[in-house]
């Protein structure tokens, strides 16, 4: 069974760093393309970032630069670094496996609650 | 506001057939698959459509999608009360991202 757990969301203030975490089961990270996706409350889905399999990375106009998408192969574990938060990165991030890498995503965390305030 | 754009809300009664468009252009819809997603309220989002118009196993098959150049739709028929959610159209773009539409709140 596939299962992707995040962990990490919080507050935390403007200008701030966090990191999120994605365990994942079933599946390897390294041999699969990995997704985060978020949610601000109330508001639609917004793709974040993506990591392919070979390592390429990409990220959405809004994070790049700030966000940095990365994997650990022997903990099996997908990471989100996000810096210089800003308040509208304020968001329910979740991870998930994207099975071709064309933002077909089958398997999907529960979320986790990222708020940037003051 | 997204690339992507969808209608904010539809309905229907139950029974009935009710369509969601997504529009988009060129470097992405025009290009590359589209998926659907259905979020209920309070949960993640579930892939309901890959790649234009297939279904996962253990989706109905009241959900079709079809694509034409730089839009797709979304049918849903013999709408029931569970099928009120939120759904999303996607891509991928050109610009090397993925594109979420804005959603389409479906009442029934």
């Known amino acids: 069974e596939v299962q992707l757990v995040e962990s990490g969301g919080g507050l935390v203030q403007p200008g701030g760093s966090l990191r999120l975490s994605c365990a994942v089961s079933?599946?390897?990270?390294?041999?699969?393309?990995l997704t985060w996706v978020r949610q601000a409350p109330g508001k639609g889905l917004e793709w974040v970032s993506v990591i392919y399999s070979d390592g390429t990375t990409y990220y959405a106009a809004s994070v790049k630069g700030r966000f940095t998408i990365a994997r650990d192969i022997s903990k099996n574990t997908l990471y989100l670094q996000m810096d210089t938060l800003r308040a509208e990165d304020t968001a329910v991030y979740y991870c998930a496996r994207d099975r071709f890498g064309e933002v077909d995503l089958d398997y999907w965390g529960q979320g986790t609650l990222v708020t940037v305030s003051s | 506001q997204s690339v992507l754009t969808q209608s904010p809300s539809a309905s229907g009664t139950p029974g009935q057939r009710v369509t969601i468009s997504c529009s988009g252009s060129?470097?992405?819809?025009?290009?590359?698959?589209v998926y659907w997603y259905q979020q209920l309220p309070g949960t993640a989002p579930k892939l309901l459509i890959y790649r234009d118009n297939q279904r996962p196993s253990g989706v109905p098959d009241r959900f079709s999608g079809s694509k034409s150049g730089t839009s797709a739709s979304l049918a849903i028929s013999g709408l029931r009360s569970e099928d009120e959610a939120d759904y999303y159209c996607a891509a991928w773009d050109d610009s090397r991202s993925g594109l979420f539409g804005g959603g389409t709140k479906l009442t029934v």
């Open positions: 060129s470097s992405n819809i025009g290009k590359n698959y």
């Open positions: 079933g599946i390897t990270v390294s041999g699969n393309y």
